[in-house]
């Protein structure tokens, strides 16, 4: 996983879209020129640009059979070797999007193709192709003066901080694909955005695969440690399941499915359920993962804090339980045959 810094990053240029539904009998209208920014307005404006790439899954372009054949790394091809195929190229990905909006689900938006010069890239000073899309614009307020006095006026615009979807295509590892940063604010990965348009999938380093194998183990145990004990368990039971499944990733320096399989999972039909549970997975992800890895401190971390619960009961009372929680030390659950209700026994020390 590459170093990746924005603070001399700037964007120099722009290709603007708006892209409608063609289903919708929306039309495609793009720029018909470069858009240059002013050198007092690339500072602020790329940031602007930059700020949600941060801390994002690093993707590559993939095709079933030629790099070669892959519209989007073409243009990305294009476009870093000179920079003068801005605005061929840019109207170019304005097509491609336009083209896979056919979906009656897919909004309208604009779309905006800038050309980022000085992305430090472990230590090497890289070009960016940022792509932006906006479905939805907002209302905002200026305030003006006219014939002496102060007005207020109402426009509408794209609100910086909402971007719907977006990607950073960066000029490293061109030869398997580059390296892209990307992201739909959908809540999911839509096939829409990072298949149909964009084609890419993950890059498998170690990031990558230490979140996915503790992710498939998490979903795994708990699903098994319910099945096992039943709809009236304690439901924090499956979270310490999922506790123990972790503390493999934890202790080790490198993963092993086989060790995983025998010190974790322990029985064969467990090691069954659990490679048919990881096919679905790679099914859905469209690509294999690796067996053996350098398992990354950093995502068993990350996996850790996703373990935080909420215990929800029909009363209306909620019990939220974070990741360090040792459920059965600090909980006791019981029956009271005088109310004929269940009941949760929380201990504490002291109040925060």
Not at 17 to 22: M, R, S
Not at 78 to 85: E, K, P
Not at 126 to 147: A, M, Q
Request: negative net charge.
């Amino acid at each position: 996983m590459p170093k990746i810094r924005f603070t001399s990053a700037a964007a120099t240029g722009i290709v603007l879209a708006k892209i409608g539904n063609p289903q919708r009998d929306e039309p495609l209208q793009t720029s018909q020129a470069v858009f240059r920014i002013a050198e007092e307005d690339q500072e602020p404006l790329t940031a602007l640009f930059l700020k949600p790439f941060r801390n994002l899954t690093g993707h590559r372009f993939s095709h079933h059979s030629s790099l070669e054949q892959h519209e989007m790394n073409a243009c990305a091809r294009a476009i870093f070797a000179t920079g003068d195929g801005l605005l061929e190229k840019g109207c170019d990905i304005a097509k491609r999007l336009y083209s896979k909006s056919n979906h009656p689900a897919i909004k309208s938006g604009d779309l905006c193709i800038a050309l980022v010069e000085n992305i430090d890239v472990d230590g090497t000073p890289t070009r960016g192709l940022c792509i932006l899309k906006s479905e939805t614009v907002v209302p905002f307020l200026s305030i003006s003066t006219h014939d002496g006095d102060l007005q207020l006026s109402t426009e509408q615009g794209i609100n910086p901080e909402k971007i719907d979807k977006g990607c950073l295509i960066l000029d490293h590892s061109a030869n398997k694909g580059y390296y892209v940063l990307t992201f739909d604010r959908s809540g999911s990965e839509s096939r829409f955005w990072v298949r149909d348009f964009l084609g890419v999938v993950p890059v498998t380093d170690a990031s990558f695969l230490t979140n996915k194998y503790a992710d498939m183990a998490v979903a795994f145990v708990e699903k098994e440690s319910k099945a096992a004990a039943g709809d009236d368990s304690p439901p924090w039971e499956a979270k310490t399941a999922a506790r123990d499944a972790l503390a493999y990733f934890d202790g080790k320096e490198k993963f092993s499915l086989q060790e995983f399989e025998e010190q974790v999972l322990k029985s064969p039909e467990q090691a069954v359920k659990f490679a048919r549970h990881r096919k679905e997975v790679e099914d859905e992800q469209g690509q294999s993962f690796e067996p053996s890895f350098d398992i990354s401190k950093k995502a068993v971390t990350k996996a850790k804090k996703r373990l935080a619960s909420v215990v929800k009961l029909d009363t209306g009372v909620e019990i939220h339980l974070n990741a360090n929680t040792e459920p059965e030390q600090v909980i006791q659950r019981g029956y009271d045959e005088e109310k004929g209700m269940k009941f949760i026994k929380v201990f504490f020390n002291k109040e925060k």
